[in-house]
C-alpha cells in the first residue's frame, strides 16, 4: 500500500519555468513535511506545515487537509533547484511518530 | 554549528562483519532517529529515540541495535552484516518526539559484500 504518493515522479524544466510537484496521502495526518535531497548530498527540510500555506524565497508550500494533498512550488525555477524533492506525513494516529515518506519527485531544471 | 553529523560516510563491510554507525547533535534535540534509504523506495525508520534513554524499533529494525549514548550521539549497530543491508543510512534528529522540523545527516553509505 501506498499511503504517501507523489507525482510525478520525475520533471525536466527549463530555466524560469514555474514548477508543481504534488503529494496525496490516505492517512489522517498532523503534519507534513516537503524535504529536498541534492545528488549524493544530504537531506534538508524545507516545510512542516499543518494548514494553508508557506513560502521561503521562492518556495511555496500549501496543503489540503480535507482533500489530503499538497503541493510544492517553486517560482522562477534555476538549476541549481535541481534535486530530489520528497513529500513525508506523520501519521496522526501513529503511535511511533513514524514519518510516512512518498518516494520523490526527481526535478531537473536545464540552462 | 554542524547540526548533526555521522561517521563514516562511506564503508565496505563483508558479509558476517560488524560495524557501528556513530551519529551526534548539537542542537539540543530530545529526539534521533536513524533511517535507511533504498533505490525505488522512501526513507523507512529502522529505530528511534524519543528522549534520552529511550529506545524503540521503527519499521526496519531487524539486524540492527541502537544505543542512546547521551543526548547527543545515538549509534547505529550491525552485529553481522548482511547485503541486505546495504544502503544509504541517515541520522537525524527533532526537537521533540513525532514533532518539529527534522534535521539530517549527510548519509552514510554501506556496501556489505
Known amino acids: 500500500k501506498n499511503e504517501v504518493e507523489q507525482s510525478p515522479q520525475n520533471l525536466t524544466a527549463q530555466e524560469g519555468e514555474f514548477i508543481t510537484i504534488n503529494c496525496s496521502y490516505s492517512v489522517g495526518i498532523s503534519a507534513l513535511h516537503w524535504l529536498q535531497q541534492h545528488p549524493g548530498g544530504g537531506i534538508v527540510s524545507l516545510f512542516m506545515?499543518?494548514?494553508g500555506k508557506k513560502k521561503h524565497g521562492r518556495l511555496i508550500a500549501t496543503i489540503n487537509i480535507q482533500e489530503k494533498h499538497s503541493s510544492l512550488h517553486i517560482t522562477a525555477s534555476h538549476p541549481r533547484d535541481s534535486a530530489v524533492y520528497i513529500c513525508?506525513?506523520?501519521?496522526?494516529?501513529?503511535?511511533?511518530?513514524?514519518?510516512?515518506f512518498g518516494k520523490g519527485t526527481k526535478l531537473s531544471v536545464k540552462p | 554549528n554542524a547540526g548533526v553529523t555521522q561517521t563514516p560516510k562511506f564503508q565496505v563491510l563483508k558479509t558476517g562483519q560488524s560495524m557501528t554507525l556513530q551519529c551526534a547533535q548539537d542542537m539540543n534535540h530530545n529526539s534521533m532517529y536513524w533511517y535507511r534509504q533504498d533505490p525505488g523506495m522512501g526513507l523507512r525508520l529502522i529505530y528511534y529515540s524519543a528522549s534520552e534513554g529511550t529506545t524503540d524499533k521503527g519499521e526496519v529494525p531487524n539486524g540492527y541495535n541502537v544505543s542512546r549514548l547521551n543526548k547527543r550521539e545515538f549509534s547505529l549497530r550491525l552485529e553481522s552484516a548482511a547485503p541486505s543491508q546495504t544502503s544509504v543510512y541517515f541520522c537525524?534528529?527533532?526537537?521533540?518526539w513525532g514533532a518539529g522540523e527534522l534535521f539530517f545527516g549527510e548519509g552514510s553509505r554501506l556496501t556489505v559484500l
Open positions: 513525508a506525513v506523520m501519521d496522526y494516529g501513529g503511535s511511533q511518530g513514524n514519518l510516512i
Open positions: 506545515l499543518s494548514s
Open positions: 537525524a534528529s527533532s526537537v521533540l
